[in-house]
């Protein structure tokens, strides 16, 4: 991994290249409706993502991070219109996501990919390598005949699998090949917004580093913008440009990376960072115990959802939603204890 300086001095000169925004969410919310009874009538509402608008710069990586069950995959899936929503909007380059049609969806995926956190079960285990990479690529019509061959083997190449494995099955490969593949078939499309969801939760921790490593390099190589979803706040920092914190389905705070790590604004954000080691010899954090447990997102509590587990929480806390205001330049956070 490269050095912290160098890390810094990549923000910096992406932050100078940034100001073409690629992806708009705003205000978008997604809840299920809870069904009881013999006639399954809708009792209530599990609000998994509630109110979330950021925007992501072309050629960045924002990392989202969260406890399990905050709603982070809800949110790429609606992204990504794998499912639809409740109200809000996505805009991608412009087009307003879920006003397209079939067939200019069908278009527009082709810019949107999505990495998959389980190299296990994304793969499909009765195609080939090969020919699960060369599906895409022939429906979106973009090579054909010994064309398709060459350009498969030349992902592979790309992604550090051999060509020659190309006719080999899924479950002939280790799981950070299996994930390797799985971002060939992402790239097969020439996208432009990659969305990892958790790509290497499943991984063993050097083989994390590898294709953390490949996914800088992919994007250094060809200009890819992504959406990284984690909840290793290390894997975070070390590549993300600027980093969302969600919190039972809305986003707490948002800043760069060095900002953040370094001088976190939420307390649900320093609780968060004061769980990672120290890896300065000598130096320990002191960690932040939150009382109780997540909220169930069926029950969200009534004005800041994190108000029943917060050390600093007031009576203003309980009754109304904090506003999400930046508190610094280019660092926002939804929090009563920053406003005038």
């Known amino acids: 991994m490269a050095s912290p300086q160098a890390e810094v001095q990549t923000g910096e000169r992406r932050s100078a290249q940034r100001g073409e925004v ?3 969410v705003d205000n978008l919310c997604k809840h299920f ?3 009881r009874g013999v006639l399954s009538r809708i009792a209530g509402w599990i609000k998994a993502v509630d109110g979330v608008s950021f925007e992501v710069y072309r050629g960045e990586t924002l990392g989202l991070v969260g406890e399990s069950g905050c709603g982070k995959t809800t949110l790429a899936r609606a992204i990504l219109r794998l499912t639809d929503i409740t109200s809000g909007s996505v805009t991608f380059d412009g087009i307003p996501v879920f006003e397209q049609n079939a067939t ?3 278009k527009l995926r082709r810019r949107m990919q999505i990495v998959f956190q389980d190299p296990y079960g994304s793969l ?3 195609l080939t ?3 699960m990479i060369a599906e895409a690529i022939k429906i979106h019509k973009l090579a054909s005949g010994e064309a398709v061959r060459e350009r498969v083997a030349s992902l592979l190449d790309r992604v550090g699998i051999p060509a020659e494995y190309m006719n080999r099955y899924p479950h002939e490969f280790s799981g950070g090949q299996r994930q390797r593949i799985g971002i060939a078939r992402a790239l097969a499309v020439e996208p432009d917004l990659i969305i990892a969801d958790e790509p290497v939760s499943a991984l063993d921790v050097s083989i994390q580093a590898q294709i953390i490593n490949l996914l800088k390099d992919l994007q250094d190589a ?5 959406l990284f979803i984690a909840h290793d706040l290390g894997v975070v920092e070390y590549i993300s440009d600027r980093v969302a914190v969600m919190y ?3 986003i707490v ?3 760069p990376a060095t900002k953040l790590y370094r001088d976190p604004k939420h307390p649900y954000t320093q609780a968060l960072l004061s769980a990672v080691p120290s890896l300065e010899p000598g130096v320990r954090r002191q960690r932040i115990l939150l009382p109780g447990d997540v909220p169930s997102p069926a029950d969200v509590p009534r004005g800041c959802a994190f108000h029943t587990r917060c050390p600093h929480a007031m009576s203003v806390c309980r009754e109304q939603t904090p506003p999400n205001r930046e508190v610094d330049p280019g660092h926002r956070t939804a929090c009563w204890l920053y406003e005038k």
């Not at 060809?222 to 992504?226: D, F, H, S, V």
């Open 33 to 35: 409706p809870i069904r």
């Open 222 to 226: 060809l200009g890819l913008t992504y």
């Open 129 to 131: 390598v090969g020919s």
């Open 248 to 250: 039972l389905g809305r």
């Open 124 to 126: 499909n285990p009765r």
């Open 104 to 106: 200019d969806m069908r």
């Open 22 to 24: 690629l992806l708009k």
């Open 253 to 255: 705070e948002l800043a």
